[in-house]
């Protein structure tokens, strides 16, 4: 997701730094979007799970959808495949607004996986590649490389009822791959896998937006939100408070300073913003608006002789508390420890 | 999950476009078939047809013989002994002419004892005689049931006419000349066919398109209608469900068909006797032998899809195997009501109730069945079947957007069309002056 120059500003690319890039500062040409919504709704018997979304990611970008369970993660993106129809609203993937009519560009990882369990692993594949398009002769032909690139090569033949969960899994994300889509959509990708496949669940989401796929993923857990992607919509209560870049959402939060300092006491003292509070040896206070510079200056006119001075931005979990509220928060904290489970 | 590249050398982008709905009917439709061929489930399901046809053969073979031995079709004699003799040797004249309308006559051995009453041997219910006849044979009495003695007064009559003239009745020389077939046989026999043809047809859809009930709940169960429905439009999914299982119900059809031929090689005369029917005379059916059974094979494959687009969506509609269970009987119900609509018209062409038949999608196939094994006109075939086509598609798309509402839980659509609708009708309205109608919903 392209960074607004505000965003870029805020990240520290000012005249002046260390790293300074003027070529930064324009603005440029705007990516095509992969999605584009605008006030999505949708109610199931009378209630609303979404409330009015809108959406836009670009191609090739990494997208992630955070929110807790229950939130309108998973309405939201059936809604974004041509699963279900929203009541009011428009969608639109790759400019078509309906998604069927681009199903080929399209590789979906539902939350809830399901596989024919008397179906071979790389008939598995075959079959999910044959659904959006690709002959069923290429499909495995690519199901074997895929799997034996996985270390999976030995199962090809397996049923599924044979695998282990995590490598019926496997099997499942290989299928919604190998048709080679322009655009993945993983509904809770990370739900049921240990930390190794986690890791390598990243590593291949990186890898895909590296040869420009456009990635969409939901997630309860903001680490991989905060790891992975580049934009994020924010989700709670089937509204989006928050959809942009993940260090402008970060950026909402202002960041905090450390101060810590041989002297405990002094005229100095009066120079610290009205925020600070002292928590031992350390001041803690907001980065004022002008600066630390100023700041460091009448700091050591007033002798208090600075020991260290860190600035510490925010993380998307405290964006995450000031744009979605403390429940919400409360509500994921609960989602990503279950899953932790 | 390293060194994965999607984009790796062997293969290009996917092409921006998507499958037809035909194409995604034929993915889906192949899966299926080969999944149902390929089970061990499929096995049974062959076989499962001849349990009932071996053991209905042998039932019946049974029941006929208790049947011949409890049913009683012997008249006793409790004559004096020579007109005793004398019945029994007319009736044996007899029953060379007039076949089984002359019955079998025997002596009532008790009858020799001086004091038996035939009434009372009778009223005690013993021996196995439909009735007895006493008295002479110039004045026959005959004893037994009121109905018993309605069904013999006449042959007895005969038997002891003949018995007390001593020679044969005189009988005339009747010439004879034959034609192939009258107006009224032919009609009587082509009814025959098309009932025959209307019951196997019934019977087949029975048997196969039940399965279809079930179809949705293994995708339902383990989640994949998720993807099915993210990849593909939902009427190409109960589409190529439905073709898969007609293609299925076909490898049955021709299994049970090869079984059945080699029985028939084996025990032609058998079949004929146990049966009762001679299959190699059956009568022709109004458009012929060829064109009626291949339109016995269209028909039956458009019975098999319309009654399949309900059973699916009724299925789609389950929550559990359960609820399927709990469904199957009232769809059987559904299924002989019009089995019996169709059945009833056969012998009324022409007539509003039979017009209804033809019309009414899921009874067509049949009454247009029994049309072709009784009349010859061929182009409303072409009608019905295109008719039928149409039913087909439309109820495979109602189905899967029922199934995609109500399930998938998807809307919207419809509300859109909706407001769209009011909206045109609003702005005509405004053209024309008019005042603009209001929705009743609303």
Redesign the interface.
């Known amino acids: 997701m392209d960074m607004a120059l505000g965003d870029r500003m805020a990240a520290g690319n000012r005249p002046g730094d260390a790293g300074w890039d003027e070529t930064a500062l324009i603005p440029p040409e705007p990516r095509p979007l992969a999605i584009e919504a605008k006030g999505l709704v ?1 109610s ?1 018997e009378g209630t609303r799970a979404v409330d009015g979304i809108d959406l836009s990611v670009p191609q090739g970008a990494i997208y992630g959808v955070l929110g807790p369970n229950g939130a309108g993660k998973t309405t939201t993106l ?1 809604m974004l ?8 609203g428009v969608r639109r993937v ?1 400019g078509h607004d309906r ?8 590789g ?1 990882l ?1 939350e ?8 071979k692993a790389i008939e598995a594949i075959a ?2 590649g ?5 002959p069923l002769a ?1 499909g495995r ?2 199901g074997l ?2 799997l034996e ?2 270390d999976l090569g030995h199962a090809a033949n397996r049923t599924i009822r044979q695998l282990s969960k995590g490598m019926a899994q ?1 099997v499942q ?1 290989l299928g919604t ?1 190998v ?4 655009l993945v959509v993983f509904d809770e990708p990370f739900s049921g896998l240990d930390a190794i ?1 986690q890791g ?2 990243e ?2 989401i990186r ?2 937006a590296e ?3 456009t990635v969409i993923f939901s997630t309860h857990v903001i680490h991989h939100a905060e790891r992975l992607c580049e934009g994020v919509a924010i989700i709670a209560g089937g509204r989006v408070p928050y959809a942009g870049s993940v260090e402008a959402a970060r950026d909402r939060i202002p960041a905090q300073v450390r101060l810590e300092t041989r002297a405990r006491d002094g005229g100095w003292t009066a120079a610290l913003p009205a925020d600070t509070r002292r928590e031992g040896d350390f001041f803690y206070f907001t980065l004022p608006e002008t600066g630390v510079e100023p700041l460091l200056r009448r700091l050591i006119e007033g002798e208090a002789g600075i020991l260290s001075l860190s600035i510490e931005r925010a993380g998307l979990h405290d964006a995450f508390v000031a744009i979605a509220g403390e429940a919400a928060a409360r509500q994921l904290e609960m989602d990503a420890q279950e899953h932790r489970r | 999950m390293n060194a994965f590249d999607p984009f790796a050398p062997g293969g290009q982008r996917s092409k921006s476009s998507r499958l037809s709905r035909f194409q995604a009917a034929v993915v889906i439709a192949r899966r299926d078939f080969l999944a149902v061929l390929f089970s061990r489930a499929f096995l049974f399901f062959l076989i499962g047809p001849l349990f009932p046809v071996i053991v209905g053969g042998l039932a019946g073979s049974i029941g006929g013989q208790v049947s011949r031995e409890a049913v009683a079709s012997e008249v006793g004699l409790a004559m004096s002994a020579p007109d005793n003799a004398a019945m029994i040797e007319a009736a044996s004249q007899l029953s060379s002419t007039l076949g089984r309308a002359i019955p079998v006559v025997r002596e009532v051995p008790e009858a020799t004892d001086p004091g038996f009453d035939a009434q009372e041997f009778m009223a005690a219910r013993r021996g196995n005689y439909a009735a007895i006849v006493g008295g002479t044979l110039a004045a026959p009495e005959l004893i037994g049931t009121q109905r018993q003695v309605a069904r013999w007064e006449g042959p007895i009559g005969l038997i002891a006419g003949q018995a007390g003239s001593g020679a044969p009745l005189p009988q005339s020389e009747t010439s004879s000349l034959t034609v192939a077939a009258t107006g009224a046989s032919e009609r009587a026999n082509r009814i025959r066919t098309a009932q025959a043809a209307q019951m196997v047809m019934f019977l087949l859809t029975m048997l196969l398109a039940g399965m279809v009930l079930s179809n949705l709940a293994e995708e339902k169960g383990n989640k994949i209608i998720e993807i099915l429905a993210a990849a593909i439009p939902m009427d190409a999914v109960f589409m190529g469900k439905l073709f898969a299982m007609l293609g299925v119900s076909f490898v049955g059809i021709a299994v049970w068909g090869m079984l059945g031929w080699g029985f028939w090689a084996i025990a032609e005369d058998a079949i004929v006797t146990v049966t009762q029917t001679d299959y190699r005379n059956l009568p022709g059916p109004a458009v012929g032998w060829p064109l009626f059974l291949t339109l016995a094979i269209v028909y039956f494959s458009m019975a098999y899809l319309l009654l399949g687009a309900l059973f699916l969506t009724i299925g789609a509609m389950a929550n559990s195997v359960r609820e399927v269970q709990t469904m199957s009987m009232p769809v059987t119900m559904m299924q002989l009501m019009v089995f019996f609509l169709a059945a009833y018209t056969i012998t009324q062409p022409g007539s509003a109730l039979e017009t209804f038949a033809i019309l009414f999608p899921l009874s067509s196939p049949f009454a247009m069945l029994a049309r072709a094994a009784t009349q010859e006109v061929l182009w409303i075939h072409a009608l019905a079947l295109i008719w039928q086509a149409i039913a087909v598609v439309l109820m495979v798309k109602g189905g899967s957007m029922l199934f995609r509402k109500r399930v998938m839980k998807s809307g919207g659509a419809g509300r859109e069309k909706k407001a769209r609708w009011r909206g045109l009708r609003a702005r005509r309205a405004s053209i024309s002056g008019a005042p603009m109608a209001t929705d009743p919903a609303e």
């Open positions: 949708k199931f059936r495949l041509g699963i279900i129809d929203p009541d009011e790759f998604p069927h009519d681009i199903g080929r560009l399209i979906y539902p809830e996986r399901g596989l024919y369990p008397s179906m079959f999910m044959a659904l959006r398009g690709l290429e032909r690519r490389e895929l690139s996985h496997t994300l791959l048709h080679r889509p322009r496949n390598k669940l590593r291949m890898s895909l040869q420009g796929t």
